[in-house]
Structures are given as C-alpha cells and as structure tokens.
C-alpha cells in the first residue's frame, strides 16, 4: 500500500536547527524539498552557506574504524561532542607520528634496496670496495658494457691498453664488472672505454668488504628496518584497538551529526523583525502517521513552529511515493522498483504481484521436491544476507510445492505420490469445434482471461483516483473494455460448457456499443469533461485512425489472452524434460543412477527456474501492467536514510 503523505513547513530561529533536527527529525522518515525553491512567494530568502564542521572528523574516524579486525566490539556510547572530538585528535596525533615514523622506514628501505640493486650485479668479484675506492696510485671503475663490444674488446684491446677488466655478473645484455688504471693512463683508458659503450655506475664509498659482504650486510640492514616498521604498524593496531569502541561510537555519532548538518542545504534562511534575527525553514513530505506523531510531540516546544500543508500536491506536484507492506510482500517491492512507483493516485500492485507471480511460477514450475529445495535455499538467503530476490524465490517454493502435490510430482518422479488434480502430461479435454486439447492449457487460458478482467477493474479503480472520466468510461482497458472482453468470455464459456449463448441482439448490443465507445474515446472524453477542444484532424482522418486503432486493441485482446497459454505449456515441458532426465537416468529401466538424477534436478531447477522466473515476470509486466499500472510515482527519499540503514 501507499502511505499517504502530507507536506510540512517547519521553521525556528536558525541556531536551533540541529537541536530540531536531532530531538525530531531524526525520530521521523520526511523528505525534504529545497526550501528556497518551493517557498518562491516567500520575500528575502537566503541558502545556507555553512560548511559541514563534522566531515573532516567523521573521515578519520571512517579510516580507523576500517582498521578494526574485530566486528564484534560494540560501540560505545559518546558522552558528549567535546571529548569526542578530543580523542579523535588525540588518536589522530598518535596515527600521525607512528605513519611518519613509518614512512621514514619506508623511504630507508627504498634506498637500502637502491642500493643493493647497484651493488647486486658485482658480487663475483673478490675485492675489498673499502680499499679499492682509496687507492693513491691507481683507478678503478665500476659499470657495465654490452655483450658485444666487451667481445671486441677482449678480442683487439686487451692485449694493448694498460688497464686490466675484472669481470663481474653477466646477463643477456650487458657485462658488469670494473677496469683498473694507473693514473697517468686514466683519461686514454677511459676515452677507449667510453668509445665502446662502457656505462660508469658510481657505488657509495662507504662500503665495506667484498661486494657480497656488502650485499649481505645490506640485507641485514633492510631485514631490520622491516622488522621496525613490522612493529609500528603492530603499535598503531594497538592503538586503534584500545580506542575501538569509543571509535566506533564516534563514527555513528557523526555521520548523525553530519547528516543533520548537511541538512542546511536543503533549508532557507530568513531575517525578520526590528533585531534582524534568523530563521531557519524547512519544508518536505512526511507519512500522515508520523505527522500526527510529531505535531503531537513539539506541540509543547515555543522554538518550533510548524504549518501542515492541505492539498499541497494540487498546487507544488505530486507528493513522493512510500510502499508499506507486509514482511511476506515486502520482497516483491523490488519488481514493482523494476517497472516504476506507482503515482500517488495509483494502486500498489505489490500484493497482486506477489500473489500472482507466486502462483503461476508455482503452477509453471510444480515439483514438490525442487519446490522444498527454493523454499529452503531462497528463505536461508533471505534470512541471512536480506537479499530480496532469495525472498521472492523462497515463497516462489512453497506454491511450486503446492501444485506438485496437484501434479503428482517429486523430483520428476511421478509415481511416489498420487496426483490431487492432474498429470500436466496424460490430461485432456474434449471441446466443442476444436476438439481434443491439453487441460492444463485450457485451465491457463481460462486463468488469463480472468485476470485481465481484474486488471481492467484495477485500472478502472486509478481511474476513479485519478478523476479521468474518459479511461475510466470509454478506455479499452475501462468499463467499455471490461463489457466488451466480458461479454465475449461469457459467451466463449457458455458455448465450451455447453450452455446457451446469449441471443445475437443482446450480443451486438454488448460488443457494439463498446466498439463504438472505442472509436469515438477522445470526442466523448471531451463531452463528459466538458472541455471543448476540436479535433485536430478531419473527420476522415479521426475515421481512419479510429479504425486502426480498434483493430489493435482487438489484436490487443487476442495476443494478450493466448499469452497465458505459456503457463500450461511450460507446466507440461517441465513434466515431459523431467522424464527424459529419468530415462537418462536408468529410472524406467529398474536400476536408477542417483547422481544422474540429482545431476538432472539440479541443472532442471536452475536453468529451467531461471527461463520460468523470468516468464512470468514477462507476464506481469507485459499483459497484467500494461492494461492499469503507470508507474510514474518517485521514491521517496527521507533525509536521514543514510542513518537508518546502519
């Protein structure tokens, strides 16, 4: 059902506003609506331009609650908004030593593996780094040349520089390893080196032992500055975890505070009287419920002034929709979401969804042992993790349970339990001028044509709502249309049972008169609203549309009822899909393979539950909406919505 919303002005003097908001508002779903843009008539408007104190606390409050493993530490109660605010700061400033003392940590050990990187490719050399870098008489240079040009030079210079190559680590590309001159020779050795490529790689002259020893120790030297920043990151864990309840109160305490801050944005502000003093003013949609509530609750308060606005949506647009049902029905509100809120002067399909997609999934799908397995799966998902969809396919169950006990039916065995009804199979009727035919089809067609009587009365039903005399009179899908598909379901029933159809007068009176109805909708509708306006096209013209559009509105009729046979239809394929699983099986045979049957049920219940899921959605949808639902309605959003769902 709709909850049936009123509008609200409420005003005070603006350093009142979040007192309002926290004792009041927060007690009560209500929308608001931005006040400077409603209350246009309203002289010297003015937004809010605060910005919100309680943000840059409630983010770090978020980023250290994150950190909290537990998630079963309650949170504790925030004694007021001073200390709050203090141990934030104050867990803050500890965060924000440990994080630099961590990311001085960091940086070392970037530039500890810089290092060893350098140093890593000269490890095969046997030399001591400390001397070799302080020799008085001779150069040494460290680097790397490529692969073919250390082969030329081994080949033709060796023999006739006066430097000697120690090789070091050697890859695909490049040969490391370091050359040795004395220092008169040192520019020519260098000018010949340069000249083939040889890249110098300066190493710190701080280095001490061979060039293993120093990677070694410059491992150590990381291992241990890991092992530091190991033990940081333990204290700020410890930290945060010896101030997690108070945390975790603080962060729902301010996204509270936030929240009620934030709602400035939507309020105006406004200076009246001699002294200049503000106001602030609010104004939105509240269920008519908990308007009742909280005049009943601020009526004593003098700070709060509140106006309760009738008829509001006649004037400022349609108030927002809010579904209330049943724990049973509240699920299928997400199909109803899917397609559209009904409109304020619309009926809630949600129970009729609900009712009619259970039971055609049911008579679609009816196997009492796949049925148990929805309804258990689907109600522990739902119980669980709330999911709407496991909801709707749990008591989607039970009516696929229902109508296997109708069909004879567990697990695609037919023969462990007796049929109440019918084998969807083996059962036939007999008709008169069309013979043999499949009583689950029959049945499916006959369901149709009921239940598109009964849409056309829901949309007879937001017709009245809605005060439109034409679709509520001369519509297709109004009372002309419920006479004329009425009439032909009669006579349809009447000649199939074998009873006397009603005289050929009587008929042409009850399906001519609404075809007539039909063509000239849009003249009449004007007649009985009393609007004069013209036709905008000729005569011949608004002749040869009338007609056109009566023959869709008869395909309409046709196409709409024998869409229903999808229901007998997947009803006998589950049955006859279900023996061949059986006959795979070795069920007719006398020697069952249990893991091809349950193979079978389980690839059945989900690829088939899924294809007829989503048909009688199609149906809903497609033949049952169409005819009276709209869905046009917006959602309605309180302000504090963010706070309830936590």
């Not at 000269?122 to 073919?148: A, C, E, T, W």
């Not at 204290?235 to 509270?256: N, T």
């Not at 695609?412 to 059962?427: N, Q, S, T, Y």
Request: charged fraction near 25%; hydrophobic fraction near 45%.
């Amino acid at each position: 059902m709709i909850v049936k919303m009123k509008f609200l002005s409420i005003s005070g003097p603006k350093t009142d506003i979040d007192r309002v908001c926290d004792q009041y508002l927060s007690k009560y779903e209500m929308q608001l609506e931005n006040a400077v843009a409603e209350l246009k008539t309203t002289d010297n408007l003015q937004p809010f331009v605060d910005l919100n104190p309680y943000r840059e606390p409630l983010a770090k409050a978020e980023q250290f609650t994150a950190m909290i493993k537990d998630d079963k530490i309650c949170p504790k109660a925030v004694t007021s908004q001073e200390e709050m605010l203090a141990m934030i700061r104050e867990v803050n400033h500890d965060f924000l030593e440990l994080q630099e003392q961590k990311e001085l940590l960091k940086k070392k050990v970037e530039s500890l593996r810089e290092r060893l990187d350098v140093l890593t490719p000269f490890q095969p050399l046997d030399l001591d780094l400390y001397k070799v870098m302080r020799y008085r008489y001779m150069k040494v240079r460290f680097g790397r040349i490529s692969v073919d040009y250390f082969n030329r030079l081994e080949k033709y210079l060796f023999d006739d520089l006066n430097a000697v190559f120690i090789e070091g680590a050697r890859d695909e590309n490049y040969v490391y390893g370091c050359y040795f001159t004395s220092n008169p020779e040192a520019s020519k050795i260098d000018s010949v080196f340069n000249s083939l490529h040889f890249e110098r790689i300066s190493l710190s002259s701080d280095f001490i032992g061979t060039p293993t020893q120093a990677c070694e120790e410059l491992q150590k030297e990381i291992g241990k500055t890991k092992k530091k920043i190991k033990k940081i990151k333990q204290s700020i864990r410890v930290l945060v975890e010896k101030h997690a309840a108070e945390l975790l109160g603080a962060q729902k305490r301010l996204e509270e505070l936030c929240n009620i801050f934030d709602v400035r944005k939507m309020a105006a502000r406004i200076e009246e009287g001699d002294n200049k003093e503000e106001y602030y003013i609010l104004c939105g949609w509240m269920g008519e419920e908990d308007v009742a509530k909280f005049l009943e609750e601020t009526k004593k308060d003098d700070k709060i002034f509140v106006v309760v606005e009738e008829d509001r949506e006649k004037f400022f647009g349609e108030p927002p929709t809010k579904l209330k049902n049943p724990k049973l029905f509240k699920p299928f509100e997400m199909f109803v979401r899917m397609y559209g809120l009904p409109a304020n002067d619309e009926m809630d399909p949600t129970m009729f969804v609900a009712l009619t997609y259970t039971f055609i999934f049911g008579a679609m799908f009816g196997d009492v042992g796949q049925g148990f397995c929805l309804f258990a799966i689907g109600g522990i998902l739902y119980l669980t993790k709330k999911i709407n969809l496991a909801g709707i396919i749990s008591v989607a169950g039970i009516f696929s349970m229902a109508f296997g006990f109708m069909f004879g039916s567990v697990f695609g065995f037919e023969d462990v339990i007796p049929a109440l009804w019918l084998k969807p199979v083996e059962a036939m009727t007999n008709l008169p001028f069309i013979g043999q035919l499949n009583t689950v089809f029959i049945v499916a067609v006959a369901f149709g044509m009921g239940l598109n009587l009964l849409v056309i009365l829901f949309q007879m039903i937001n017709a009245i709502k809605a005060h439109d005399r034409g679709n509520l009179l001369f519509s297709n899908n109004g009372l002309a249309g419920f006479v004329f598909y009425g009439c032909i379901i009669l006579t349809i029933v009447l000649y199939m049972t074998g009873h006397k159809t009603p005289s050929n007068i009587l008929l042409a009176i009850c399906l001519g008169i609404p075809v007539i109805l039909f063509v000239f909708k849009e003249p009449l509708t004007n007649l009985v609203e009393h609007n004069h306006k013209k036709l905008e096209e000729g005569k011949v013209m608004f002749l040869v549309q009338g007609f056109f559009e009566l023959f869709e509105t008869m395909l309409s009729y046709f196409s709409n009822t024998l869409s229903y046979v999808r229901i007998g239809a997947f009803a006998v394929s589950h049955a006859a899909i279900m023996e061949v699983v059986l006959m795979l099986s070795g069920a007719e045979s006398g020697s069952v393979n249990i893991f091809g049957v349950i193979l079978g049920n389980v690839i059945v219940c989900l690829l088939e539950g899924l294809i007829v899921g989503i048909q009688v959605l199609r149906l809903e949808y497609y033949e049952m909406f169409s005819r009276f639902y709209k869905g046009t309605g917006r959602e309605f959003k309180p302000f504090d919505q963010h706070k309830k769902e936590h």
